[in-house]
T-cell receptor, first 114, second 114 residues
């Protein structure tokens, strides 16, 4: 069975600081991994996905994530936070395909201080 | 803008009633998934339809049912509503097998059960 754990339900950083959002997964097969962002009163937008190609995945808005099999992790980073990055971020895993049956973590709310 | 539209945006129902939520998929997408997102939590997979047939289901009771139509639009039906059914219901469409396969989410229907 697949599962996702996001460490830290709330993360606060200063504008311009490094953003690090943590995600650990459990999967019985090589997984597909995703990061989504959700702004208030909106649906989910895909930031990036890992599908067994390069372990360092670059996404939109300057975000990237590194797949580490030995640590079963897929942490999301961004070198310099912007005020517009304030949102809820969800890590997700799928064992059956990039468009199928995602299991989401509980989410991390990112706050950016001026 | 993902091209996935959901209606209505907000809905208030009473415990025991039935509700139907609707989703129009992105043009050409033949797969639709439904997710339930309770307040402060990550989305949970309800079920998925591919070419009008259910081909995956999460841990939800039978009173949650769905339909997918020939034009790939979809409905989520919930019978005998319970207070815990209050949540944001998200629809997502995809086209499996494509090189850039991913889920496109709508903005959701906020259901309140009183």
């Amino acid at each position: 069975a697949q599962s996702v754990t996001q460490l830290g339900s709330h993360v606060s950083v200063s504008e311009g600081a490094l953003v690090l959002l943590r995600c650990n997964y459990s999967s019985s097969v090589p997984p597909y991994l995703f990061w989504y962002v959700q702004y208030p009163n909106q649906g989910l937008q895909l930031l990036l996905k890992y599908t067994s190609a390069a372990t360092l995945v670059k996404g939109i808005n300057g975000f990237e994530a590194e797949f580490k099999k030995s640590e079963t992790s897929f942490h999301l980073t961004k070198p310099s936070a912007h005020m517009s990055d304030a949102a809820e971020y969800f890590c997700a895993v799928s064992e059956s395909g990039a468009g199928n049956m995602l299991t989401f973590g509980g989410g991390t709310r990112l706050m950016v201080k001026p | 803008e993902t091209g996935v539209t959901q209606s209505p945006t907000h809905l208030i129902k009473t415990r025991g009633q039935q509700v139907t939520l609707r989703c129009s998929s992105q043009s050409g997408h033949n797969t639709v998934s439904w997710y339930q997102q309770a307040l402060g939590q990550g989305p949970q997979f309800i079920f998925q339809y591919y070419r009008e047939e259910e081909n995956g289901r999460g841990n939800f009771p039978p009173r949650f049912s769905g339909l997918q139509f020939p034009n790939y639009s979809s409905e989520l039906n919930v019978n005998a509503l319970e207070l815990d059914d209050s949540a944001l219901y998200l629809c997502a469409s995809s086209l499996p097998g494509t090189t850039n396969e991913k889920l496109f989410f709508g903005s959701g229907t906020q259901l309140s059960v009183l």
